[in-house]
């Protein structure tokens, strides 16, 4: 899945209004994700949103750093970050997109599933993480959406999400 810059004429009628950025911006810096994000460092694994358009699609940015606790131990002397975080990243990216969808007030968005997952390269220290979703679908308290994680270019890792929303006020679990 390969996305480009959305014009702004197209931007603008997503919403129909004069200008989307008056309403939502087509991108994020860490302030904005964190106030649509429960998670805090060592978990915040998005530094920021380079492109977004609400309801549709979302590209989101990791710089990944040698600094990142989790090198520590995992390969020691050849450092790769570990999948399941790359998997942490596309969802965080993911919830993003869906927390700025209506009726999201009061409701987090959890990670329940993980289908058709292919690492296709290692993610290494000084590699920028551009994170895509799209075709995000959901029914209910359930959706899916459809992520892919590039370096330079090259495909890091793909698959379908699935997300459930869980009330913040609600004891029950999903």
């Known amino acids: 899945?390969?996305?480009?810059?959305?014009?702004?004429?197209?931007?603008?009628?997503?919403?129909?209004?004069?200008?989307l950025?008056?309403?939502?911006p087509s991108s994020m810096d860490i302030q904005t994700i964190l106030a649509h994000l429960p998670h805090r460092y060592p978990f915040l694994l998005v530094d920021c949103i380079l492109e977004f358009e609400p309801g549709e699609r979302i590209v989101g940015l990791k710089n990944v750093s040698i600094d990142e606790p989790f090198f520590v131990g995992h390969f020691p002397g050849r450092p790769v970050m570990p999948g399941v975080l790359v998997v942490e990243a596309m969802a965080q990216v993911a919830a993003v997109l869906v927390s700025i969808l209506p009726d999201m007030d009061g409701h987090l968005i959890h990670l329940v599933g993980v289908d058709h997952m292919r690492f296709r390269r290692p993610v290494v220290p000084g590699d920028q993480l551009i994170?895509?979703?799209?075709?995000?679908?959901?029914?209910?308290?359930?959706?899916?959406?459809?992520?892919?994680?590039?370096?330079?270019?090259?495909?890091?890792?793909?698959?379908?999400?699935?997300?459930?929303?869980?009330?913040?006020?609600?004891d029950d679990d999903l």
Not at 1 to 19: D, K
Request: charged letters at 20%.
């Open 1 to 19: 899945m390969r996305f480009e810059m959305i014009p702004e004429e197209r931007r603008t009628s997503v919403l129909g209004v004069s200008s």
């Open 21 to 24: 950025s008056q309403v939502i």
């Open 131 to 170: 994170i895509s979703v799209g075709s995000v679908r959901g029914k209910g308290r359930f959706g899916k959406a459809k992520v892919t994680a590039t370096v330079g270019g090259t495909c890091a890792a793909e698959g379908v999400l699935t997300y459930g929303l869980v009330s913040v006020d609600a």
